[in-house]
């Protein structure tokens, strides 16, 4: 019989105690916490993500600054806003909505952002801390997975764990973590030879792929632990996951819905990264 992870609620109750966190520094520093919110155009997704973030803001008492930068804005101009954002001691962090438009240098512009107010986790100075195992603003996406393990007391030290995606901003991240709490990691991609039985040894999988339905029942060890980080549309435009959820969850012992499962960890994450950067700062 599995267990449902609940992403929603845990980001809830995550939510509410960032909240009184966020309460108590600004009674004890008389100081606002500060988030920059940096969009260029008006890609209707960003602008979801970017309206959603605000909210959560304001949801747990953070304050947001907005910038919304015309979709032909110059590459000085966005150099210059981050560079003022920076030494700015009313933002404590410093988001820019990826994907920006072609013409401007992605790269350049986040490596302007200092890693102190990095609240994304993506520098290069955060990921090698989080190597290191030190001090740093963890990803958003892989800090909400581990999270999810803490709720459900679920043990990751010695347990054979597979990451199936290497991105800088999920599948790179999440093996460290799970490096980092005594997993034994496997950090699988499109050139792995024999994904199905990397996965079948695997005591917690994480699916961060980008695939509809990928991971199906026959690639999971029975009492697994399943994450699904994929956010997809199925067949019908119905928003899925990369596990094939129906097929694949008599076999875990613990499954992430989606949606309601990683997704709304990913925002919480990144208010309560806020937060840590103002009182580190
Ligand atoms: P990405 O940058 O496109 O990376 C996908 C990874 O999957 C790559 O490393 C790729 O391998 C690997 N891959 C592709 N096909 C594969 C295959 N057939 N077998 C094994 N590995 C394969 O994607 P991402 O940004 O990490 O996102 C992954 C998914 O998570 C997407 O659905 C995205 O929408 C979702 N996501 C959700 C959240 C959230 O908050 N819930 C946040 C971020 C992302 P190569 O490196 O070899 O190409």
Redesign the pocket.
Known sequence: MYKLIDGKKLAAKMRADIKSKVDEYKAASGKEIGLAVVLVGEDPASQVYVRNKIKACEEVGIKSYAYYLDKEVAQSRVEELIRSLSVDDKINGILVQLPLPRHLDSKKILELIPYAKDVDGFSAENMGRLCMNEPCLVAC?PNGVMKMFESENIDLNGKNAVV????N???KPMAMLLTNANATVTL?????RD?KQKCLEADVVVA????AK?IKADMIKDGAVVID????RDENGKLCG?VDFENVKEKCSFITPVPGG??P??ITMLMYNTYLSATRS
């Open positions: 996406t199936i995606g290497r991105s901003i999920v599948g699988c991609h499109s050139r792995t994904l961060a792929i980008g695939k990928f980080v994929g956010m997809n990369d990683v997704g960890m990913t």
